[in-house]
């Protein structure tokens, strides 16, 4: 019984550690093997984020200490717990490096906000976990912010 067990456990580890090189690769396939350590990409939310209000949400991005400049930057919002469809925002370059865009949440909780970058045959994404205050909106209040029943946006330009 106790060499079972043990197996058990050996069989276990090594179906994590396989799992966890696998998802390392599949970072470095999502990059097209290009290294993009020296690019760093940062997500700011409000400080308040309310479900129901049109918020801006600001990325910023550098590359080996410089901002980048005309970069093709994509936010995907989720929550952490449940599906609401596609939402988020294609990003404006608002200054050297700053790009911008704004969103409407459906309901409070837990979100992951998904940044995908693309500049000079380099595409990276990286997650930022945040949070949101506030109930579930009702339909008709979706509806009048742009959003459809499942809390997804209206005619997504990304």
């Keep these: 019984m106790k060499k079972n ?3 058990s456990v050996v069989f276990l580890v090594v179906i994590l550690m396989l799992a966890a090189c696998g998802s390392e690769k599949g970072q470095e396939e999502q990059n ?8 760093n990409v940062s ?5 308040r984020v309310e479900a129901g209000q049109k918020l801006e ?20 919002l989720e929550m ?6 596609k939402n988020g925002f294609r990003g404006k370059m608002e200054s050297p490096g700053i790009y911008k865009g704004q969103a ?8 992951i906000a998904y940044v995908n970058v693309k500049t000079d045959g ?4 990286r997650q930022f976990d945040f949070k949101a205050e506030g109930d579930m909106m009702f ?6 912010a742009g959003l459809n029943e499942d809390g997804s946006i209206q005619n997504p330009d990304f």
């Excluded at 997500?43 to 400080?47: G, Q, T």
């Excluded at 952490?80 to 469809?85: I, K, L």
């Excluded at 380099?122 to 994404?125: K, P, Q, W, Y």
């Design 43 to 47: 997500f700011k939310a409000p400080e």
């Design 122 to 125: 380099i595409e990276t994404t």
């Design 104 to 111: 409407v949440l459906p309901m409070g909780g837990d979100w």
């Design 57 to 76: 949400y600001s990325v910023t991005i550098e590359k080996d200490g410089q901002p980048v400049r005309d970069a093709d930057v994509i936010v995907h």
């Design 139 to 144: 339909p008709e209040e979706m509806k009048k």
């Design 32 to 39: 097209g093997g290009k290294n993009t350590a020296d690019m």
């Design 80 to 85: 952490a717990d449940m599906d609401h469809g």
């Design 5 to 7: 067990l043990t197996l």
